[in-house]
T-cell receptor
């Protein structure tokens, strides 16, 4: 069975400071892992993905995530937060191969960016 | 990226009535579309997988007679909540696939409130 746990429901940072959104997963298979972002009144947008290639994955808008098998983690980071980063972020796991009908979503982390 | 249009974004209806939600892929053909449901502070749960021209595949625990899915063309899938009740109030999101999880595009969601 697969599952994903987002450890923080809310994260608040100041503009210009680093962002860390935590995600731990459980998977019986070699997983594919994704981070999606959802801005208000917008659809979910893919930020980045890990599919068994490089463990450090770079995504859009300066975000990156590192796959750590020993820690079963896939935390999302950004060196310097921008006001436009305020949104909800979802960590997603699926079996290796990226089967689209087996996406397991985390409960989401709401990121607030203070001026 | 590809655009998926979902509407309405908000709908309020009386108990016992039916509500139809549309999901359109605007600039690509989607062989598969997915419908998710999200309760407050919970993750997205896959309800059903919809393939063009065939019957939808429902996840365990989802009532197929309550949530009717039609995928009549490669660009349109509809979800009809029949005889809606207050417990059906939720946020519904669709997605459309071009084949793999990294080519999965989401609509902006529909908030359904049943009075």
């Amino acid at each position: 069975a697969q599952s994903v746990t987002q450890l923080d429901s809310h994260v608040s940072v100041s503009e210009g400071t680093p962002v860390l959104l935590r995600c731990n997963y459980s998977s019986s298979y070699s997983p594919s892992l994704f981070w999606y972002v959802q801005h208000p009144n917008k659809g979910l947008q893919l930020l980045l993905k890990y599919t068994s290639a490089a463990t450090l994955v770079k995504g859009i808008n300066g975000f990156e995530a590192e796959f750590k098998k020993s820690e079963t983690s896939f935390h999302l980071t950004k060196p310097s937060a921008h006001m436009s980063d305020a949104a909800e972020y979802f960590c997603v796991v699926t079996p290796g191969g990226g089967a689209t009908n087996k996406l397991i979503f985390g409960t989401g982390t709401l990121l607030a960016v203070q001026p | 990226g590809a655009v998926v249009s979902q509407h309405p974004s908000w709908v309020i209806c009386k108990s016992g009535t039916s509500v139809k939600i549309e999901c359109r892929s605007l600039d690509f053909q989607a062989t598969t579309m997915f419908w998710y449901r999200q309760f407050p502070k919970q993750s997205l749960m896959l309800m059903a997988t919809s393939n063009e021209g065939s019957k939808a595949t429902y996840e365990q625990g989802v009532e197929k007679d309550k949530f009717l899915i039609n995928h009549a063309s490669l660009t349109l899938s509809t979800l009809t909540v029949t005889s809606a009740h207050p417990e059906d109030s939720s946020f519904y999101i669709c997605s459309a696939s071009q084949g793999t999880a990294e080519k999965l595009f989401f609509g902006s969601g529909t908030q359904l409130s049943v009075l």
